[in-house]
């Protein structure tokens, strides 16, 4: 089992920057991928960044050059770091987080980018 809490969404204005944080609990050593999805109503769940166990990155293509993931291992937590926010990203973003051939999500934190 893997526990996902993610903190930092809010409302930024376009141009602005900012950081979500997760928290990662439980089965740890198990967790060879990581990354943040975001959803907006009536679309699917996208991928928007990943890290795997060996460090490797992946990018959604709308963020490229904007966005972050990075990850302390010794303290459990992942990041992603926006910048250049559009109003397009307002979104749900969760973490996630895969395991032994589960994943697992947190309950997802709202980002609003607005003027």
């Known amino acids: 089992q893997v526990q996902l809490v993610e903190s930092g969404g809010g409302l930024a204005q376009p141009g602005g920057s900012l950081r979500l944080s997760c928290a990662v609990s439980g089965s740890i050593f198990s967790i060879y991928f990581m990354g943040w999805y975001r959803q907006v109503p009536g679309k699917q769940r996208e991928l928007v960044a990943g890290?795997?166990?060996?460090?490797?990155?992946t990018y959604g293509d709308s963020v490229k050059g904007r966005f972050t993931i990075s990850r302390d291992n010794a303290k459990n937590m992942l990041y992603l770091q926006m910048n250049s926010l559009k109003s397009e990203d307002t979104a749900v973003y969760y973490c996630n987080a895969h395991s032994l051939g589960q994943p697992y999500w947190g309950q997802g934190t709202q980002v609003t980018v607005s003027s």
């Open positions: 890290i795997n166990s060996g460090g490797s990155t």
